[in-house]
C-alpha cells in the first residue's frame, strides 16, 4: 500500500514538471516569434520610410484614409527611379522600374498594408506625410504570433 501511495505521488510530481516544462517551452517559441516578427517589422519600415523620406509621392492624397486608403505607395526615388510599395498575397513587393522583389523574409507574413497619403495636393502648404498601416503575424507552425504596426513618415521636400 505504501508502494502505492508512492508511485501515486510520484507520478503526480512528474506530470506536474512535465506541465511546467511544456508550458515554459510554449513561452519560448512565442518570444521567438514576436522577436521575429518585431525584428522583421523593424528592418522593413525602417527600409520603406528611408525611401519615402528621399523621394517624391506620386500616390494621391487619401483625404478619408479610415474608409478608403491607398493599397500601394508610388515613389519616385531619386536613384532607383519609380518604386511601387504593394501587398501581394501575404509579402510586401516592392517594383523598382518593372522589377519585382519580396521585401520580408518567409518567417513573416502580411496580414494587412495600406498607406495614408497626405499633403499631395496643390497649394496647401503641407509637406507631404504617408502613415503606413500594417499586420505582420509569424508565419511558422506552433505559437503564432501577431502585431499591429502604423507609423508615419514625410518626405524632406514639400509638394508645391
Known sequence: METLVTLFIFSIIVLLFGGIF???LSSQRRASNIQQVQENADYI???LTKEIRVSTVNTADTPDCAASPAAALNI???VNGSVVYALAGNNLQRTVNG???IVNSNTIQF???FFCVAGQAADDKLQP???IVTGLKSAGAGAESAMDIQTTVSTRRLSN
Request: hydrophobic fraction near 30%.
Open 76 to 78: 519616385t526615388h531619386p
Open 99 to 101: 522589377i519585382q522583389t
Open 111 to 113: 496580414t494587412r498594408l
Open 129 to 131: 506625410r504617408v502613415t
Open 22 to 24: 511544456s508550458g515554459s
Open 45 to 47: 519600415l525602417e527600409a
